[in-house]
């Protein structure tokens, strides 16, 4: 039949050579060199590929029975392969290591992975073992960085969860009320997020001294604040104490200082010292009188007892009548190397800006309950815990809550209540809530996102969806505004 159709028989020899030059293709798209073992003649036989990979010679060489394998594999990971490959062949026949090895070409150190497999004659007895190797150091480096990184993110958050317990523990020494407690917390932990969104904002390479000023000052009274000096960027640890300091001095401003009246400014200025580091002043005017205070609060211990140790200088306040000064030094250390332009990705102003109300700590309601009164809000959040407490705060405001959904499905069936307005979480347990903004926008109803993720956009909503965008941790005051915000886009 073949002969009929004028097509010839297969030829054991052409499938052969096929059946080579799809491995060949294989082994080469896969960055392998193969290798062979031979007992009988105890020859090790190094591929071309496998030469270009390791930079030995190509060819046959004396096997020296498995020395010379162990001859350019790392000294130190050398008993380790050596016992994992007899342990593994002698039991399964088979084996995979990695290590490291040093290149006899170049003396380059790179990371190998290996594998192979025995082959027995007619006896049983083992003649070869064939196998393949391929550099793994990309990939390990890879894997190294990520290991790398959540180790770096667990030191991260245990120093963060100790710094919020430090706090809490100081505030509440200090207070007098369980409501002044909450309102100082809630104000302190603002600071260090504020502080957190400038650093992820640069990769955690450090802020310049500008935009923290402006995290800490730029919600304040038009034209009362000012911060001025030269462009210098201070490391993560410095960033993280410089913010809570302002933020300690611009509460203080606006409770008892220049911020408390209406003729008071603040200036705040800094400039290089020759010794490095460098030199802060922040000076009020304009406000009424000041007299030192009688008693010492957990903000002026801040910045008096652990602002210029953390900063590697020196910290000093000062009241006399015609307002508060403040004078922060700071060692070399506290200094960061110049951002590259690819290095930052500045978050919006609006992100990073709290308004005085988040400075001074006023309760829920008291300066939002007029803009969302009688409004009814869904709220879409999978983080119960903050659910409940943005539910108690809107309803605080006087608000209506009519509906709390901790997962996409919830929020779906929640679309056919009656509200006026919705809060989205970007993420609910690993899902986007695209879909449920996708439908609100459809049918015109208005709705913000409230979402601990960044983007490259700085402020842009997630999506692309035309929403204000509020950053976790926030508090009630920036929910209403963004809910206001968004009723005035319809």
């Known amino acids: 039949m073949a002969d ?102 170049d003396g380059r150190m790179q990371w190998m992975e290996s594998s192979a497999t025995i082959l027995r004659g007619p006896e049983g007895p083992v003649t070869k073992v064939i196998g393949v190797v391929r550099d793994i150091s990309g990939g390990k480096a890879e894997e190294d960085e990520r290991e790398a990184l959540v180790a770096e993110l667990d030191h991260r958050v245990k120093n963060v969860l100790a710094s919020v317990q430090c706090l809490a523990a100081q505030s509440a020494r200090k207070t007098v009320s369980l409501e002044a407690f909450l309102k100082t917390l809630a104000g302190r932990l603002e600071a260090m997020a504020a502080a957190h969104a400038l650093l992820t904002a640069t990769r955690w390479r450090g802020a310049e001294i500008g935009d923290i000023a402006a995290a800490e000052l730029g919600g304040l009274a038009s034209g009362r604040a000012l911060w001025s000096g030269p462009e210098m960027v201070l490391s993560p640890r410095a960033t993280n104490t410089l913010t809570l300091a302002l933020h300690e001095l611009a509460t203080n401003a606006v409770k008892y200082g220049a911020l408390s009246s209406e003729a008071g400014r603040v200036e705040v200025s800094w400039r290089a010292l020759s010794r490095g580091g460098f030199e802060l002043e922040w000076v009020e005017r304009g406000g009424p009188p000041v007299m030192a205070p009688t008693r010492q609060g957990f903000g002026v211990t801040l910045i008096e007892r652990v602002t210029g140790r953390e900063l590697g200088g020196e ?163 920036q929910i209403a505004a963004a809910v206001v915000e968004a009723l005035g886009r319809r």
């Not at 080579?20 to 071309?48: C, K, N, P, T, Y």
């Not at 496998?50 to 498995?66: H, K, N, Q, S, Y």
């Not at 809550?401 to 069936?413: H, K, Q």
């Open 4 to 105: 009929a159709l004028g097509e010839s028989p297969h030829d054991p020899v052409e499938e052969l050579a096929m059946h080579h030059g799809r491995a060949e293709l294989a082994l080469s798209a896969a960055g392998m060199g193969e290798f062979e073992w031979d007992f009988g003649r105890d020859l090790f036989i190094v591929s071309q590929r496998m030469a270009d990979i390791t930079g030995l010679r190509a060819g046959a060489v004396p096997a020296e029975r498995g020395l010379f394998a162990l001859g350019f594999i790392h000294p130190d990971d050398v008993d380790a392969v050596n016992a994992t490959v007899g342990e593994r062949l002698l039991s399964h026949g088979s084996y995979r290591v990695r290590y490291r090895m040093i290149r006899p070409d």
């Open 315 to 477: 910290a000093r306040l000062e009241f006399p009548p015609e307002g508060a000064r403040a004078t922060l030094r700071a060692g070399a250390d506290a200094l960061a190397g110049r951002l590259r332009g690819d290095e930052v990705s500045r978050p919006d102003r609006a992100v990073v800006e709290r308004a005085p109300e988040t400075l001074v700590g006023e309760s829920r309601g008291e300066r939002v309950g007029a803009n969302i009164r009688g409004l009814r809000v869904l709220i879409v959040e999978d983080s119960v815990l903050l659910a409940l407490e943005l539910e108690t705060g809107l309803i605080e405001s006087g608000a209506k809550v009519v509906g709390v959904a901790a997962d996409l499905d919830e929020a779906w069936r929640m679309l056919a209540l009656d509200f006026d307005v919705a809060v989205l979480d970007a993420d609910l347990a690993g899902r986007s809530v695209a879909p449920v903004a996708s439908a609100l926008a459809e049918r015109g109803a208005p709705f913000i996102f409230a979402t601990g993720f960044d983007n490259a956009g700085g402020g842009a909503a997630p999506q692309g969806f035309d929403a204000p965008v509020v950053r976790k941790p926030y508090n009630v005051h």
